[in-house]
Each structure stands twice: as C-alpha cells, then as structure tokens.
C-alpha cells in the first residue's frame, strides 16, 4: 500500500521516469571514465517507497534499458556486457525495490502499531495526545475552537469481577466500535487506558458537540442493555473557544469536568464552554 494517496504516487511514479531519462541523457553527455550508473538506485527507491513492488520493477527495468542504451550509443554492447554487467546490474536493482517496498510495509505496520491501542483498534494514548498537540496548532493559526471530551465507564471493575476479563475486553471493545459509529470520520478517537476514553472534535461548537453526545450516549446506552452490562458513562464534554496553553491543561480542564460527573451521580454528561477561566492543574 502507498504512503501516499493514489494521485500523488501516481505523480512519482512519473517523476522518477523524467529522472530515468535525465540520468539517460546525463550519461551520454560524460566520458566513459565517469560512472553515474549507480544513481539509477535514487529513482528506484523513490518508485519503491512511494508507490508500490510493481513501481519499482518496472522503474529498476527502464533504468535497465538506460544502461543497454548508453552501451549501446558507445558500440559497447555485447554479450560480454550483458551477462557481466547488464543483468547484474537489473538484479541489483529489481532486489532493492524489493528490499525498499518490504522495508517500508514493515515500518508502516509498525508506525500503525505504535499508535493504535492493541484492544480496541482505535488511537491509543499517544496517537491522541499527539493528534490534539496538533490541533491546538492549527486551531492557534486559524483562530478555529474544537470540542474535547473525556469519558469514564462508571463501575466497570464489577464487570470483570463478575463476568470476567473476557466479558470486560468485550465492552471496551464495543464502547470504541459505539464512538465509531456516532462520531464523524474527521473526528479522533482514543483509548487512553483502562476504561478511560477521550474524543477531539476539532472545529465543533458546543451546540454540534451537545448534539453528537447525546448520539454517542444514547448509542452507548443501547449497546450496554443489550449485552446486559449494567454499566454507565460519566462524561465531560468542553468546547474551548478561549486555546489552553497546552494539551497538558486541555485534558485537565476535561478530566476533571467528568471527575464532577462521577462526583454527583454518575451517568451523565457535563458540559463546558472554556473562555481561560482559571483551572487547578
């Protein structure tokens, strides 16, 4: 799979053709004594890391044919050419495509792994934290608010101690598959731990934040009768049209508005427009 969207690996896939043909050119300009073949592995790589396997053999191929017809242009090919530096030289670089689009499927996994909670699939802690750093910024530059929202599943510790760790992973499950489902797709998700979970809405006022939490409670509500969970949901809600100074005091200001929850009765939603009020970090 590419790095890149489908019209932008299509553009490097061309543009690493443009560099063939300029190395091509290149080459019949230098002498013989001056050796640029090797360069051929930069538009290989970039074909393979961008783009795909299949990219970076059909590039490792026309860098190939570049090579027969720079040799060819010096009445310099030959079998001798070809079996002892022709088809070398296409192994060499049909194995470092290879070599760079395993590579890069690896660390993409990995990149996948490290920011995804192993449980629920959703974004885990750092995923989230990084992903609200980043929309300070842009709400900073664009003078845009967003709505953050904390959430805790009230007396979750008598599911796993009465039906078990397996019946408890079932419901963290499906209380990520419910946030899915009720929250926009431009929306971050996360699991931040335990039964703690925590939702960015980025530029969402208050009142779309009322409204998609009433949504995510009602939808949460039907899935915990449904399995006969008797659990519930204390949740802070704060929409910041006044920027915290950082993520630090951004999670604060939810946290501790959905500690006020579980303080009272539990089961409800608290909400909160933040102007820079003071806060207890």
């Given at each position: 799979?590419?790095?890149?969207?489908y019209?932008?690996s299509?553009?490097?896939?061309w543009?690493t053709?443009?560099?063939?043909?300029?190395l091509?050119?290149s080459?019949?300009?230098v002498?013989e004594?001056i050796q640029?073949d090797?360069?051929?592995i930069?538009p290989v790589?970039?074909a393979s890391?961008?783009?795909?396997k299949?990219?970076g053999?059909v590039i490792?191929?026309?860098s190939?044919l570049?090579?027969?017809?720079?040799?060819t242009l010096?009445?310099?090919?030959n079998?001798l050419t070809?079996?002892?530096?022709?088809?070398?030289?296409f192994?060499a670089?049909a194995f470092?495509a290879?070599l760079v689009?395993?590579?890069r499927?690896?660390y993409?996994k990995?990149?996948i792994?490290?920011?995804?909670d192993a449980?629920t699939n959703?974004?885990?802690?750092r995923?989230?934290?990084?992903?609200?750093e980043?929309?300070?910024e842009?709400?900073s530059r664009y003078?845009h608010?967003?709505s953050?929202a904390?959430?805790?599943i009230d007396d979750?510790?008598?599911?796993?101690?009465t039906?078990?760790?397996?019946?408890g992973d079932?419901?963290l499950?499906?209380?990520a598959?419910?946030?899915?489902?009720?929250?926009?797709?431009?929306d971050?998700?996360?699991?931040?731990?335990g039964?703690?979970?925590a939702c960015?809405?980025p530029?969402?006022?208050?009142d779309?934040?009322?409204?998609a939490?009433?949504?995510?409670?009602?939808?949460?509500?039907d899935?915990m009768q449904?399995?006969?969970?008797?659990?519930s949901f204390?949740i802070?809600?704060v929409?910041f049209?006044?920027?915290?100074d950082?993520?630090?005091?951004a999670?604060?200001?939810?946290d501790?508005?959905m500690?006020?929850?579980?303080?009272e009765?539990?089961?409800?939603?608290?909400?909160?427009v933040?102007?820079?009020e003071?806060t207890?970090?």
């Open positions: 799979m590419s790095t890149l969207d019209r932008s299509r553009f490097i896939f543009l053709i443009v560099i063939v043909v300029l091509t050119f080459s019949s300009l002498s004594y640029i090797f360069l051929y930069f790589t970039i890391w961008y783009g795909s299949k990219n053999i490792a191929s026309l190939t570049s090579l027969i017809v720079n040799l010096r009445e310099e090919f079998s070809l079996f002892g530096y022709i088809i070398p030289y192994l670089f470092l290879v689009t395993n590579f499927n690896v993409q990995e990149s792994a490290a920011d995804t449980l959703i974004a885990n802690s995923s989230f934290y990084a992903e609200l980043s929309e300070l842009r709400s003078g608010i967003f953050l904390y959430i805790d979750f510790k008598q599911v796993n101690d039906l078990g760790h397996s019946a079932k419901l499950i499906e209380v598959k419910s946030l899915q489902a009720s929250l926009r797709g431009s971050t998700i996360a699991r931040l731990g039964d703690e979970y960015l809405l530029e969402t006022g208050q779309s934040a009322k409204s939490f009433i949504k995510v409670r009602e939808h949460l509500q899935k449904l399995n006969s969970w008797l659990v204390s802070g809600l929409t049209e006044t920027l915290p950082n993520i630090k005091e999670m604060s200001i939810a501790n508005l500690y006020s929850v579980k303080k009765k539990k089961d409800n939603i608290s909400y909160k933040w102007r820079g003071i207890k970090l």
